[in-house]
Structure formats: C-alpha cells, structure tokens
C-alpha cells in the first residue's frame, strides 16, 4: 500500500479485522502532515509469498546481514495474529512497514527469522 487509496483497497477485501484495525491504527500514527506516500509503504505478506518476491516488492533486503547476522529491520513486534516489522530506508524517516500475518502458508523461514528477532 502506497497511498491513502491503495490503503483503503486494501481494507476492503477479506482480512482479520485485527489487521484491519492494526493497519488502519498504523495509518493514523503517521498523521496528515505530508502524503502517505511520502512517509510509508505498507505490505501486508500472505500465504505463498516467499522472501524474495517480498524483498523485490520493497527493493530491501530481509534477511539478516551474511557476515553479522543483524537484520535491517527496526524491530519485530508479534501481535499474535500478525507480525509487524519496520524497514527505515532513509534519513528523513521513510518506512516500509510489514504485516506478515499467522497463518499456514507463510515462508517458513520468514516466520523463523521474525520470531527469533522479536521484541
């Protein structure tokens, strides 16, 4: 999601309403001052979507770094339904933000990595 308008496609086709009040919540955090687009991109992850098409959807790297092992992300958060994790890709605080939900069909490294960095 890249703008106000995809977000609320989004909204509209069958998830958790826990996502849905998460992502909508998520939205309102980041306030009117400036477009949507030009603060966060929103991805919410499901079952089939594998690591690498995540990474080429958001041009950044997932996987923890080969030769430290820390991870690019912020910080993991588990909301029980869904993981939330962060990517700050620039100096002025741009973000892409994902939503990994729980449930079967997701990449199973994927879902290892976010509950072994999880806070």
Same mark, same amino acid.
């Given at each position: #999601? =890249?703008?106000d308008a995809s977000?609320?496609?989004?909204?509209?086709?069958?998830?958790?309403?826990?996502?849905?009040?998460?992502?909508?919540?998520?939205?309102?955090?980041?306030? $009117?001052? !400036?477009?949507?687009?030009? #603060?966060?991109?929103?991805?919410? @992850?499901?079952?089939? $979507? =594998? &690591?690498?098409?995540?990474?080429?959807?958001?041009? +950044?790297?997932?996987?923890? $770094? &080969?030769?430290?092992?820390?991870?690019? +992300?912020? +910080? @993991?958060?588990?909301? %029980? *339904? /869904?993981?939330? /994790?962060? *990517?700050?890709?620039?100096?002025? %605080?741009?973000? @892409?933000?994902? *939503? @990994?939900?729980? #449930?079967?069909? !997701?990449?199973?490294?994927?879902? %290892? !990595?976010?509950?072994?960095?999880? =806070?």
């Amino acid at each position: #999601m =890249t703008d106000d308008a995809s977000i609320a496609s989004a909204l509209q086709r069958p998830l958790c309403p826990k996502l849905r009040d998460l992502v909508r919540r998520r939205r309102a955090i980041l306030g $009117d001052d !400036m477009p949507f687009e030009d #603060m966060a991109h929103f991805v919410i @992850v499901e079952p089939g $979507d =594998t &690591i690498n098409a995540i990474e080429a959807a958001i041009r +950044w790297p997932i996987r923890p $770094d &080969i030769d430290s092992g820390i991870p690019s +992300w912020e +910080w @993991v958060m588990d909301h %029980g *339904f /869904t993981y939330e /994790t962060v *990517f700050v890709l620039s100096d002025d %605080g741009y973000a @892409v933000v994902l *939503f @990994v939900q729980v #449930m079967k069909g !997701m990449d199973p490294e994927l879902m %290892g !990595m976010l509950r072994a960095f999880c =806070t």
